[in-house]
């Protein structure tokens, strides 16, 4: 069974930057599609960023997008997410998944098992 192992979240200003990281166990790791998500308390999981498998190509949710960048190295099984200029809004626990289909990884229903995520809380 596959397993995604969130970390590199904490407490953070606003304004700052943090850097998450997502290693996933499965096998052709380079074959899937990555998105990270979030899910803030009394909130709805929801879509954040991804990343395609073949050539890169990213998608970002409207409320991240110019503050939030994705990228993934293949030889680790890693995905990462920066943040930069954080706000209280951010603060949610992050969450990484895999599929192989890049245009229906934004739908959270697609997906049987979680993480354990990371907490990321952003305060003054």
């Known amino acids: 069974q596959a397993q995604a192992i969130e970390s590199g979240g904490g407490l953070v200003r606003p304004g700052g930057s943090l850097r998450l990281s997502c290693t996933y166990s499965r096998g052709a790791f380079s074959m899937y599609a990555m998105a990270w998500f979030r899910q803030a308390p009394g909130k709805e999981r929801e879509f954040v960023a991804a990343?395609?498998?073949?050539?890169?190509?990213?998608s970002y949710s409207d409320s991240v997008k110019d503050r939030f960048t994705i990228s993934r190295d293949n030889a680790k099984n890693t995905v990462f997410l920066q943040l930069t200029n954080v706000k209280p809004e951010d603060t949610a626990v992050y969450y990484c998944?895999?599929?192989?289909?890049?245009?229906?990884?934004?739908?959270?229903?697609?997906?049987?098992?979680w993480g354990q995520g990371t907490q990321v809380t952003v305060s003054s």
């Open positions: 998944n895999a599929d192989p289909t890049f245009k229906t990884i934004a739908d959270t229903t697609r997906f049987g098992s």
């Open positions: 990343i395609n498998w073949a050539d890169s190509k990213t």
